[in-house]
């Protein structure tokens, strides 16, 4: 079985500051690694995956994560947030042999104040 | 339209009731899937269709009866609801249904229901 734990559930940041998201997850089996966007009344947007190879990715917006196997982590990083990254941020894993099975943690609302 | 489209997107009922939420995609994908997202708790998958055949019930109440009649139409009929129901119901596609290859979810914007 999978879990995803995402310990923020809300991060403020003032605008152009860096900030970082984290995300760790325990698996049995190896897993496929996400992070997905919601703004206000709209679904569910991919921001980045890791798939394979490199283990950091970048994303749409600015976002990059870092794959860290040994820690079981996956965090979100932005090096400077605008008020429209205000949203909130899922993590999220599936099973390499079962990969239409995505695993979600809680959310992190990320709150940008001018 | 575009993408993944669900209507309604806001839903009052009471526990009577009975209403349908209706998805539609217009990705030509062949797998769609529907999510329930209750306030504090994670994203839980709750029904996978592939090519019009249900391949995955994640354990829910037999009161959510989904429909697929076709692979760009998916819906979730209710009846009998209770209040913890009170949750946004997210509707998916991918391309395909894969156990090991990898099919992007794209996701519509959600049924905003209240069970009173």
């Known amino acids: 079985a999978q879990s995803v734990t995402q310990l923020d559930s809300q991060v403020p940041v003032f605008e152009e500051a860096p900030v970082e998201l984290r995300c760790n997850y325990s698996?049995?089996?190896?897993?496929?690694l996400f992070w997905y966007v919601q703004y206000p009344n709209q679904g569910l947007q991919l921001l980045l995956k890791?798939?394979?190879?490199?283990?950091l990715v970048k994303g749409i917006n600015g976002f990059e994560a870092e794959f860290n196997k040994s820690q079981t982590s996956f965090h979100l990083r932005k090096p400077s947030v605008h008020i429209s990254d205000t949203a909130e941020y899922f993590c999220a894993v599936s099973p390499m042999d079962s990969s239409y099975k995505l695993i979600f943690g809680s959310g992190t609302r990320l709150l940008v104040r001018p | 339209e575009t993408g993944v489209t669900q209507t309604p997107r806001h839903l009052v009922m009471g526990m009577t009731n009975k209403k349908s939420l209706k998805c539609e995609q217009h990705l030509g994908h062949n797998a769609m899937y529907w999510y329930k997202q209750s306030a504090k708790k994670p994203l839980e998958l709750m029904f996978v269709y592939s090519l019009e055949e249900r391949v995955e019930n994640n354990s829910v109440p037999s009161r959510f009866s989904p429909e697929c009649p076709n692979s760009s139409h998916l819906f979730l009929h209710l009846h009998t609801l209770q209040p913890e129901d009170s949750a946004l119901y997210l509707c998916?596609?991918?391309?395909?249904?894969?156990?090991?290859?990898?099919?992007?979810?794209?996701f519509g914007p959600g049924t905003r229901l209240t069970v009173l």
């Open positions: 890791y798939l394979s190879g490199s283990t």
């Open positions: 698996s049995s089996v190896s897993v496929y």
């Open positions: 998916a596609s991918s391309q395909d249904w894969t156990g090991t290859l990898y099919n992007e979810q794209f």
